[in-house]
């Protein structure tokens, strides 16, 4: 009988990703997937590890886990727990200690090996396994052709790993040295999502425009000529790729956004903090003024460009002129859309152990202020897209019958209520209202926009 597996994702899209492959990986132990812990016989969690109490968070689930496992066991009935991702990273033996009846512990770089260790966790019942090593070879080199069925909007992974070492940061530690995959690699996992049902593929990285693959030629392509030769993949109509870092946004990947119609006009691309100050204790080795200009030529080239960042604000020493200069920063760019985070300690990364942290309130105070600018950006940029006509691609079908879900240019979820939309259209749509966080709008032609759309 086949087995069922749960796994549960937390934070960024790359553990989305890898949680596919992991159930690729396990398709061939017979495990199928199971849409809920309570009727699964493995549990995995795949785990972030990027803001506080994360790892907290995961033991108060594992203990949650450990009874339905004593269930299980006083059944006669096989139950194991997997702890993936980047707590089982920066835990490893850790978590077997604080959580003994913990089957697996295993490593984002380790998660092609799922099959052996499941095995070995069989063979010693009760012990736990752990694998967090950094192998020298590729995972991507040992994950099976995935068949699992496709969604419209698909996420590929190009790049992994950080060599930044922002000094906030936990990436560099527990996803490893930057490494790229092939050119050739990432085309053929393309072009069968595109086989399987893709419309949109957005590649991703911890610092995806790092990418440095090994080209067909032997010699390293960049994310911008990556992303033409995917532009030539028949039936892939949209590209995106996040998240980078401002310093490695070079001359061939601005030229791809005036160049490549395929890919979109919105561009998630973190800034942190509008201080050089905070900037120079952060290690974001930038100042402020280096990524207005960079934003110049990004808009430059792609006039309606759309942006999107990360903000961290109380990092430790920031004083009210550093929070202010991220301020004007941010009125200076104008934002799409915008993730804004309260600086928190990580254990091990340098800026947990600076001084003048800053007290938890101060924090509160600037977060809040810092989201309402924000948000009014965000609202005035949805409300200036009411009455446009835009190329909405539809990748889910709506809360209502009749009604579907579509993603603008500019990642924003579009609703509209048209029982003709079949899950991979691209159509033109009239925006006729915007949300917070959405917008809502009507097809303006019946016929189904099947060649490219220039957004
Ligand atoms: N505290 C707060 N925010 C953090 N981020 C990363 N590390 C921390 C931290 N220690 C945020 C950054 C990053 C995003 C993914 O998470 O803004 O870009
Ligand atoms: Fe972390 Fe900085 Fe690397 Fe981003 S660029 S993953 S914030 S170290």
């Not at 269930?71 to 200690?97: N, S």
């Not at 089957?103 to 966790?121: E, K, T, W």
């Not at 063979?123 to 995935?146: C, I, R, W």
Request: proline share 6%; glycine share 8%; hydrophobic share 40%.
């Amino acid at each position: 009988m086949a087995k069922r597996v749960f796994i549960k994702t937390y934070g960024c899209q790359m553990n989305v990703y890898d949680s596919a492959r992991m159930a690729d990986v396990l398709a061939p132990l017979g495990f199928v997937a199971a849409d809920d812990a309570a009727d699964a016989d493995m549990v995995v969690l795949n785990t972030c590890h990027i803001r506080e109490k994360a790892a907290e968070k995961i033991y108060s689930e594992l203990g949650r886990l450990r009874r339905l496992k004593e269930e299980r066991r006083r059944a006669g009935v096989e139950f194991l727990i997997a702890v993936a991702g980047c707590v089982a990273q920066a835990e490893g033996e850790e978590m077997l200690r604080r959580a003994p009846f913990v089957d697996i512990v295993c490593g984002p770089q380790a998660y092609h090996r799922l099959p052996a260790l499941v095995a070995r966790a069989r063979a010693t019942p009760g012990q736990g396994v752990v694998d967090t090593d950094f192998p020298a070879d590729s995972k991507f080199d040992f994950l099976p052709e995935s068949h699992a069925p496709q969604g419209v909007a698909a996420f590929l992974s190009v790049q992994e790993g950080c060599d930044k070492f922002c000094t906030f940061c936990v990436v560099p530690y527990t996803r490893g040295a930057e490494a790229s995959r092939p050119v050739v690699a990432v085309i053929d996992e393309a072009r069968r999502m595109v086989a399987r049902g893709a419309r949109e593929i957005t590649l991703l990285g911890q610092n995806v425009n790092a990418y440095r693959g090994e080209g067909p030629d032997g010699s390293r392509w960049g994310l911008g000529r990556l992303i033409g030769g995917l532009a030539e993949i028949d039936g892939l109509l949209r590209l995106r790729y996040t998240t980078s870092h401002p310093r490695d946004m070079d001359d061939d990947l601005i030229a791809a956004h005036r160049n490549v119609a395929a890919l979109m006009p919105f561009l998630h691309l973190p800034v942190q903090s509008g201080s050089d100050t905070v900037l120079e204790r952060m290690n974001r080795r930038h100042a402020a003024d280096d990524y207005r200009r960079l934003v110049d030529r990004l808009r430059a080239a792609r006039p309606d460009l759309a942006l999107s960042s990360d903000f961290i604000v109380g990092f430790p020493g920031e004083s009210d002129a550093d929070f202010d200069a991220t301020l004007r920063l941010v009125a200076d760019i104008g934002y799409a859309q915008a993730f804004s985070f309260k600086y928190s300690p990580r254990p091990g990364t340098p800026a947990a152990e600076m001084a003048a942290q800053v007290p938890e309130q101060v924090k509160a105070e600037r977060l809040a202020r810092l989201q309402s600018l924000l948000r009014g950006q965000q609202d005035d940029f949805n409300r200036a897209c009411v009455g446009r006509v835009m190329p909405i691609l539809f990748d889910r079908p709506g809360r209502r019958a009749g009604q579907s879900l579509g993603r603008s240019p500019f990642l924003q979820p579009v609703h509209v209520d048209d029982p003709t939309i079949e899950l991979g259209d691209l159509r033109p749509v009239r925006i006729r209202a915007a949300q917070p966080n959405s917008l809502a709008g009507t097809v303006v032609s019946a016929a189904v926009v099947a060649e490219r759309v220039p957004a």
